[in-house]
């Protein structure tokens, strides 16, 4: 059974002319250990949501995963699309990408991300299997592993976390082989791996990796175990091409017919390319159906359930979110529009996510450790390794396993995670949101502290760049909210945003505030005019986000005094303003007006916007550490400087320099 | 001692009501013992090339170093500057920002960046110690540091590896107070970290850290153990504060006077605010002269040195490149000119960096387990443990740590990092960019694989929106150069860069050549006209980067032959070319004329030259995986494409839509 995944990948590797090969050669026998007397799953039925959930968190061995669907009888992963293995249209790409519908549960390739996905699901797991209960959620994680996913930061961060959280049903099994792209692993690698693992709370195995029934012991008796179990399975990669296997090269050898003949002498394997014997075939379905009696009980469990519980359980596993969830965001917005009271960005979106979690029970929220800055917590109990129907993750300093494993539950399903941090720490957890991006999975990020206005903590902690790098995104809503009722309308957004992430981007301090309406969700446009222009048709209009909205405002008293008719615009999503019609566009931005941007960030982006001629206020390099309002001086971000340069860009349209 | 710097540190943060007193109140004793017996330094000459290095890896603390700088006699941490913490202008910034003129070696704050910075300086120290031998360098690097280093990936990345390399004059003092900011530490973390460490080949010592003779006496072992050090040091977080110390709130309490009142009480101290005794006054300064002899003797072997060792030793701590260093590019680049053959985009920088090496012996270059795909080792020979006068580090599957060790290096000095990874990875590292930029650290940043062109591995490692996110780091200079000819021009002008990070992005694939001259830099200015329109003032300029200005001039003849006038413009690095003159930058990007960006990434940042009508060719998704002409095709990158796209342009700009 494990050369039919060799041969398979030999063929198809040779037939391309690249590849990794190496993986797939050296992991197929633990591979097959884990189909064939273990993995619950319904190759007919891909989409179950008890299924167990496997991560090939080395991407790059991608051949390994197709062989496997293919042999287990997952029908998108024929013999044909194996045979076009890395050719444009075919579900063998060169990395894995995420069809759950095809059985591909996460994109993996960027190493490390796999793991922390997978410790994510399993912290899915957990939750739904304590809320919906073990006959209704109660499967396993499984994760294949390489060096490269143990040696990354994340991976690290990840492995100190599931343990400490006891995620129990969690499985690493470490391919083991000693050899990385440079070389032997001793090169950059000294760490005693499964020591590591043990100190951090897992139950460790170590096996040769060759040898399935002793992988398939040791998974048995990691199931036992109430920790998550690291299985080190010592291979050899490239295993079974004489020449190769064993070697540095093997990792992504190219594999030449000469290869691929000589394996098939010395493995025995005397079969065509892309020919997988009777007997084997036969022995892989029936591996596939293994789990039909269980899929069986499951699905009568759910037939018998009363029809609330069914209801409930369909809705969590469509992802869709209970009926009125938005009424809770829209009391907020007009209450706030009523009140007019300035509020600390941050909380404001505490608030509204306080009353989310009332209504969305599936919501779990976190941190990296900034539970009293980020004001995410509320009455939210803490996941914890006793309690793992907690809705808060206290992720540690981890930012980047905390996106990471919001990725891996979102991919799950049944669960709405959410995750905080400063905006600046974005970048620690960026290649996450890249991912999300990229899998279309709706994890929200709230990133807070988002300007030179948080003060005295200085340019580390002061973001200047990151609204650019987030909009840069491609398939992510980044939400700048200007006011209280802006943030309602805007988490309303983001949580209707089911095909991709959304960063909601907010400031520590208060939000004066700027909208006094609240029947339409007007940020839904992306941008709209806030304030029209009195007095004629506007000969300047100022464009902004967040909370230098508040000072286009007063720029514009400062220049309708002044005799210019000024309109402002609230810009709190770009990508969704993109997707409006043209006219609308034109409409807002007031085209054959003066445009001046302005946002406490780079100008990266917005001529986009401005046009010829047009003007911009914001940063041009990295802030300071000092009191508020010396800063917003000091940087020349003020409603004078606003009106300012809109009465130079008008200087400059007439000719008047 | 100790209590000299509790008390500067609470009357500075009750004075501007706020700040994180928790760290400085309880490693002040670990401190001082570092302070008063150990460290080698001389606060009357800061920049002495053979001092210690002295990292606040937990940067929020940042009390703690202004008190020890003020102490010690470091002229700009006067009382008035600690008077003024955390106001406009003054020294004593929220988080410590780099001024190794003043006695602070590293922008501090985002957490386990300090440790990997001090790793990256034991490395320098190492290989300069190796290379100029232990009369000329021979020092230590501290670290103090708390549980948030520990828990980031990057730190955990370091404690691996600088364990692995040996780094045995690096040593960390942690501070472990058991508490974080959402509370005890055993919310998220469960590992025993003594043993973490000494499982990657640490010296580690466990100390009560409020017993500076303990402390002491633990740094005396760990000095005499070749491997680097860790000490524990159990501390009381706020300690000396009745009622604070101890508690979750002493992470960043706000001190108010009765808090100061109360620990002067209890700690017996009855001088006045901001006030320091004669007696522990002159036992600091005392401290602060322990090192005298030693700086006289090096003074004086210095003086003694053989006049090329001496100019060496000058050049190399003022960080000036050896005479006539870039001879070797600019040979390079007319022999590519002359040559006229595409060559594949990482290879050239690779060869590059081969001859630069050659004439820059302090050029250390290294990537995280890509030396096969990024080939900028070449002839260097590895740093390992044993071999310390290495040049080329193998940072294993850890982007993040080399990015931060390539910046230690950085303010170390004497040394010039290069570090190589794959585009898409340079998230990974991101945070390392900016604190690179904000630092004005000239760390060199290889970035490959920058676009689909990769081919067949797919989106996850097709980069799309990363120039546009690089771009937008303030003081960093971004290259993407077009051929062989440009990527000399690039890689000299980043070498010139000194005041903060280049990155060079290159294609994995050939680059054809579109250079056929090579005397003067035309990548000087950032972008240039590198063909002109034929027949008449252009009416389209082509606008182009790295591998598509080849497009753009294939496009560019498919116009002409329709009679369209059209030039070609490289933009290899649009923030040289934002430094240029109105009038230059008008020349080049020819107003007047249809501008069509064609660059295969987003569209984010392009405005801002292509002016109202312009129209762009590029990517606004994620790439796929397939042959590399089939993803140009498949994205509508190509000659008729870009060419199709100026015509529609030219129509909508004469109202022929």
Same mark, same amino acid.
């Given at each position: 059974?494990?050369?039919?995944?060799?041969?398979?990948?030999?063929?198809?590797?040779?037939?391309?002319?690249?590849?990794?090969?190496?993986?797939?050669?050296? +992991?197929?026998?633990?591979?097959?250990? $884990?189909?064939?007397?273990?993995?619950?799953?319904?190759?007919?039925?891909?989409?179950?949501?008890?299924?167990?959930?496997?991560?090939?968190?080395?991407?790059?061995?991608?051949?390994?995963?197709?062989?496997?669907?293919?042999?287990?009888?997952?029908?998108?992963?024929?013999?044909?699309?194996?045979?076009?293995?890395?050719?444009?249209?075919?579900?063998?790409?060169?990395?894995?990408?995420? =069809?759950?519908?095809?059985?591909?549960?996460?994109?993996?390739?960027?190493?490390?991300?796999?793991?922390?996905?997978?410790?994510?699901?399993?912290?899915?797991?957990?939750?739904?299997?304590?809320?919906?209960?073990?006959?209704?959620?109660?499967?396993?994680?499984?994760?294949?592993?390489?060096?490269?996913?143990?040696?990354?930061?994340?991976?690290?961060?990840?492995?100190?976390? +599931?343990?400490?959280?006891?995620?129990?049903?969690?499985?690493?099994?470490?391919?083991?082989?000693?050899?990385?792209?440079?070389?032997?692993?001793?090169?950059?690698?000294?760490?005693?791996?499964?020591?590591?693992?043990?100190?951090?709370?897992?139950?460790?195995?170590?096996?040769?990796?060759?040898?399935?029934?002793?992988?398939?012991?040791?998974?048995?008796?990691?199931?036992?175990?109430?920790?998550?179990?690291?299985?080190?399975?010592?291979?050899?990669?490239?295993?079974?091409?004489?020449?190769?296997?064993?070697?540095?090269?093997?990792?992504?050898?190219?594999?030449?017919?000469?290869?691929?003949?000589?394996?098939?002498? +010395?493995?025995?394997?005397?079969?065509?390319?892309?020919?997988?014997?009777?007997?084997?075939?036969?022995?892989?379905?029936?591996?596939?159906?293994?789990?039909?009696?269980?899929?069986?009980? !499951?699905?009568?469990?759910?037939?018998?359930?009363?029809?609330?519980?069914?209801?409930?359980?369909?809705?969590?596993?469509?992802?869709?979110?209970?009926?009125?969830?938005?009424?809770?965001?829209?009391?907020?917005?007009?209450? +706030?529009?009523?009140?007019?009271?300035?509020?600390?960005?941050?909380?404001?979106?505490?608030?509204?996510?306080?009353?989310?979690?009332?209504?969305?029970?599936?919501?779990?929220?976190? =941190?990296?450790?900034?539970?009293?800055?980020?004001?995410?917590?509320?009455? $939210?109990?803490?996941?914890?390794?006793?309690?793992?129907?907690?809705?808060?993750?206290?992720?540690?300093?981890?930012?980047?396993?905390?996106?990471?494993?919001?990725?891996?539950?979102?991919?799950?399903?049944?669960?709405?995670?959410?995750?905080?941090?400063?905006?600046?720490?974005?970048?620690?957890?960026?290649?996450? #949101?890249?991912?999300?991006?990229?899998?279309?999975?709706?994890?929200?990020?709230?990133?807070?502290?988002?300007?030179?206005?948080?003060?005295?903590?200085?340019?580390?902690?002061?973001?200047?760049?990151?609204?650019?790098?987030?909009?840069?995104?491609?398939?992510? #809503?980044?939400?700048?909210?200007?006011?209280?009722?802006?943030?309602?309308?805007?988490?309303?957004?983001?949580?209707?945003?089911?095909?991709?992430?959304?960063? #909601?981007?907010?400031?520590?301090?208060?939000?004066?505030?700027?909208?006094?309406?609240?029947?339409?969700?007007?940020?839904?446009?992306?941008?709209?005019?806030?304030?029209?222009?009195?007095?004629?048709?506007?000969?300047?209009?100022? $464009?902004?986000?967040?909370?230098?909205?508040? #000072?286009?405002?007063?720029?514009?008293?400062?220049?309708?005094?002044?005799?210019?008719?000024?309109?402002?615009?609230?810009?709190?999503?770009?990508?969704?303003?993109?997707?409006?019609?043209?006219?609308?566009?034109?409409?807002?931005?007031?085209?054959?007006?003066?445009?001046?941007?302005?946002?406490?960030?780079?100008?990266?982006?917005?001529?986009?916007?401005?046009?010829?001629?047009?003007?911009?206020?914001?940063?041009?390099?990295?802030?300071?550490?000092?009191?508020?309002?010396?800063? !917003?001086?000091?940087?020349?971000?003020?409603?004078?400087?606003?009106?300012?340069?809109?009465?130079?860009?008008?200087?400059?349209?007439?000719?008047?320099?």
């Amino acid at each position: 059974m494990a050369h039919a995944i060799r041969f398979l990948t030999m063929d198809a590797c040779e037939r391309v002319g690249e590849g990794h090969p190496g993986t797939p050669l050296g +992991a197929a026998d633990t591979a097959t250990a $884990l189909y064939r007397d273990h993995l619950r799953h319904n190759p007919a039925d891909p989409l179950w949501f008890d299924r167990d959930r496997v991560v090939l968190s080395n991407g790059h061995g991608s051949m390994l995963l197709y062989a496997l669907l293919h042999l287990s009888g997952y029908e998108p992963f024929s013999l044909d699309a194996i045979r076009r293995f890395r050719e444009l249209g075919s579900p063998c790409e060169g990395h894995p990408e995420r =069809a759950p519908e095809h059985g591909v549960e996460v994109t993996t390739g960027p190493l490390g991300q796999g793991i922390a996905n997978a410790a994510g699901m399993a912290l899915a797991e957990a939750f739904l299997h304590h809320r919906l209960g073990p006959d209704i959620v109660d499967h396993r994680t499984w994760a294949m592993v390489g060096d490269g996913c143990l040696q990354e930061g994340v991976g690290q961060e990840v492995i100190s976390l +599931a343990g400490h959280l006891r995620l129990g049903k969690l499985t690493f099994l470490w391919d083991d082989n000693r050899m990385t792209d440079d070389g032997e692993i001793g090169l950059a690698q000294g760490d005693d791996m499964p020591a590591r693992f043990r100190l951090s709370g897992w139950h460790v195995e170590e096996v040769d990796g060759h040898d399935a029934a002793a992988v398939s012991a040791a998974i048995i008796r990691g199931k036992a175990d109430p920790r998550p179990t690291m299985i080190a399975c010592r291979t050899i990669i490239g295993r079974g091409v004489p020449g190769v296997e064993g070697t540095r090269a093997a990792h992504s050898a190219r594999l030449l017919p000469h290869h691929t003949g000589a394996a098939r002498a +010395a493995l025995g394997w005397p079969y065509l390319a892309f020919e997988v014997p009777g007997d084997v075939q036969t022995a892989w379905r029936e591996a596939g159906r293994r789990s039909l009696p269980d899929y069986e009980a !499951w699905q009568a469990r759910v037939a018998a359930l009363p029809a609330d519980r069914r209801r409930e359980l369909d809705r969590l596993r469509e992802g869709r979110l209970p009926e009125g969830w938005a009424d809770a965001l829209r009391d907020y917005a007009r209450q +706030a529009a009523a009140g007019g009271r300035a509020e600390y960005g941050i909380r404001i979106s505490g608030d509204l996510v306080d009353r989310l979690a009332a209504v969305i029970p599936e919501l779990i929220s976190g =941190a990296p450790d900034l539970e009293g800055a980020t004001a995410h917590k509320r009455s $939210l109990r803490p996941f914890t390794s006793a309690d793992q129907g907690g809705r808060y993750v206290h992720y540690g300093i981890r930012e980047h396993a905390m996106g990471a494993m919001m990725n891996g539950m979102a991919a799950h399903g049944g669960v709405v995670p959410v995750g905080v941090t400063y905006l600046v720490f974005s970048d620690y957890l960026r290649p996450t #949101l890249r991912l999300a991006a990229m899998m279309g999975l709706p994890s929200l990020f709230v990133f807070s502290h988002d300007s030179i206005g948080i003060g005295r903590n200085g340019p580390t902690h002061q973001p200047v760049e990151y609204l650019a790098s987030l909009r840069a995104i491609p398939n992510m #809503l980044t939400f700048r909210p200007a006011d209280a009722v802006e943030a309602a309308e805007c988490w309303e957004l983001a949580l209707a945003n089911r095909g991709g992430p959304s960063s #909601l981007v907010f400031a520590r301090q208060p939000l004066p505030p700027v909208r006094r309406d609240a029947g339409e969700n007007r940020s839904a446009r992306g941008a709209y005019v806030l304030e029209e222009a009195e007095g004629g048709a506007p000969r300047v209009t100022l $464009l902004a986000t967040g909370s230098e909205v508040a #000072l286009a405002l007063r720029a514009r008293e400062a220049l309708q005094a002044r005799g210019v008719a000024t309109a402002v615009v609230s810009m709190p999503c770009w990508e969704l303003f993109e997707r409006q019609e043209r006219a609308y566009q034109h409409a807002v931005l007031g085209r054959g007006t003066v445009r001046v941007g302005v946002e406490a960030a780079v100008r990266l982006g917005w001529d986009r916007w401005l046009g010829d001629g047009g003007g911009f206020v914001g940063m041009s390099g990295y802030g300071a550490s000092g009191a508020e309002d010396d800063l !917003w001086r000091h940087f020349g971000i003020t409603a004078g400087a606003i009106a300012d340069e809109a009465e130079r860009c008008l200087g400059m349209a007439s000719g008047v320099t």
